[in-house]
Structure formats: C-alpha cells, structure tokens
C-alpha cells in the first residue's frame, strides 16, 4: 500500500510541475493573418548593413537597402536624456560612436553630431525610420530597455498608433512586453531569449548587463512568458539544442531564429526554425 501511494504521489508531483512548466510558458497565439509576414521572408538584422562601408547598422542606409530589395527589418530602439526614441543597439557608445557615455546620457543633439561607425550616417530617430519607410517593408522592433519598463515603451507606443505599415516589437524583459499586453495587447509582440551569456566585450563596449543566475535559468527556459504572454518567440541559434527548439515549437507560436551569419549556417537550422533574423542577406 505504501509503495502504490508512493507512486501515486510521485505521479502526482509529476503532472503538477509539467502543468505549472506550461503554465509559465503560456503564450497567446495569434491567426496567420496577423503575424503572417513574421515567417515569409527572412528577416535583415538592423537592416541591410556593412559596417566596414557606406552603410553601417540601424541606419537610413541600411534600411533604404532593405527597402529596394524587399526585405522586412529588424532594428532596435533606446531612449536619449531628453527622451528621444532612437534607433540604436548598443547602450553604451564607444564601438559606434567612439564616444565614452551611455546613450541614457546624452541628448539627441549631442548624438546626431556623430556619425557611426566612421561613415556619413548618424543614428536616426525612430520617426525619421518610420516616415523611411511607409509601410513599404515589415518592421520588427526590438525593445532595448534600461531600467524598469515604462517611460521607452510609453514613448515608442504613441510612435507605432499613428503608423500605417506592419510591425511587430520584442524584447528580452518580459516586463516590457507585459507592459504592452496590459497597454496596447493588439499589437504582435515577441519574447527574445537565449543563453544570456555576456562576454567582456559586450559588458565593455555595449553596455550588456550580467544577470544572477536565477534569472538566466528563467529567461533561458521561457519561464516569465505568463507575465508577457508572447505571440511568438525569438530564440539564439549560436549555442542552443535543436532539441531544446523542437520543445519551444510545441508551444504553437513561430519561433525565429537570431542571428544568422551566413549561408552555411542557414543550411544548417532553416528547416528548424519558422524564420530567421539574419546578417547575411546574399542569399
């Protein structure tokens, strides 16, 4: 009798943690026609770029490139001093700009009189991005927070009301994207993750922050998407299972790929994931 409850209560325990694993992945999906374009063309990762040329990343450039060849584009947003919605990845700006402050910082003013990456550009506001492109392309927008989640989103939110075209925003802070299901839950939004694995480079030059233990388990596991209940998710293909993938893909969103270097690694995880953001557009 011992043994039987034993087992019972083991069988018991089981299906209580793999009803709460599902409970804290849940995500929301959405009908083809809504999330549709996310899955039918790769994705150029801060536009169409050459950041040893004319036409470095997330700026008009590379995205009036991406424009011609018909390619959707991924680009990141931060917010200036004086609260500009900026088109740029990196927090701090000593690899784009040479410049030893952080974008939190510095007020537009101050960061239009640079160009990035030694080229002609300067880092565009979101607006200028938005009247570039119109609708013409899809836009996936990535949320680089600093700090709690609010101010950004709120400012980026007012932007996205007025524009015409298709897009769709992500982020790595589930409070982020929770911010935008409680405040604006129509539009598409996406659940970036991966190892969370920083280099000292990243720390250095970009301004990447590195996170406790704990919450490097819960992001990397998808186990805060019950706070932001994302409509399809964004995952690192450098380092993670195709087995671990095949899991997320049972929750019945798109997964996406990050970040794409060139052909042969296409070759290797394009019947893996439902789209990829990519570097490499030759292909």
């Not at 929301?28 to 899955?39: P, Q, S």
């Not at 470095?56 to 009036?64: V, Y």
């Amino acid at each position: 009798m011992n043994k039987k409850m034993s087992a019972f209560n083991i069988l018991i325990l089981s299906l209580g943690f793999v009803g709460l694993k599902r409970y804290l992945r849940s995500v929301e999906r959405l009908d083809y026609d809504e999330y549709g374009w996310l899955v039918n063309e790769k994705i150029a990762h801060r536009g169409i770029h050459d950041n040893n040329g004319k036409n470095p990343e997330n700026s008009l450039k590379a995205f009036e490139l991406a424009i011609e060849k018909g390619w959707p584009i991924e680009l990141d947003v931060g917010l200036t001093s004086d609260e500009k919605v900026v088109v740029i990845h990196d927090k701090k700006l000593v690899r784009l700009l040479g410049l030893n402050k952080d974008l939190r910082d510095i007020t537009y003013d101050e960061l239009s009189k640079r160009k990035i990456l030694k080229s002609d550009e300067i880092v565009p506001l979101l607006s200028d991005v938005l009247d570039l492109v119109n609708g013409k392309i899809p836009i996936l927008i990535e949320i680089k927070s600093d700090g709690k989640a609010g101010k950004l989103e709120e400012l980026l939110l007012v932007q996205l009301k007025s524009y015409k075209g298709k897009y769709a925003i992500q982020s790595f802070d589930p409070l982020s994207l929770k911010w935008f299901r409680d405040n604006s839950p129509e539009i598409v939004r996406g659940q970036l993750s991966g190892d969370f694995e920083i280099n000292d480079y990243e720390k250095k030059y970009q301004g990447e922050p590195e996170l406790p233990l704990y919450q490097k388990l819960l992001l990397r596991n998808l186990l805060l998407n019950f706070m932001s209940r994302p409509n399809f998710i964004a995952y690192q293909i450098s380092g993670t299972s195709f087995d671990f993938i095949r899991k997320i893909k049972r929750l019945g969103v798109p997964v996406l790929g990050w970040t794409v270097k060139d052909k042969i690694q296409y070759e290797k995880v394009k019947g893996l994931f439902d789209n990829i953001i990519t570097d490499d557009t030759s292909f």
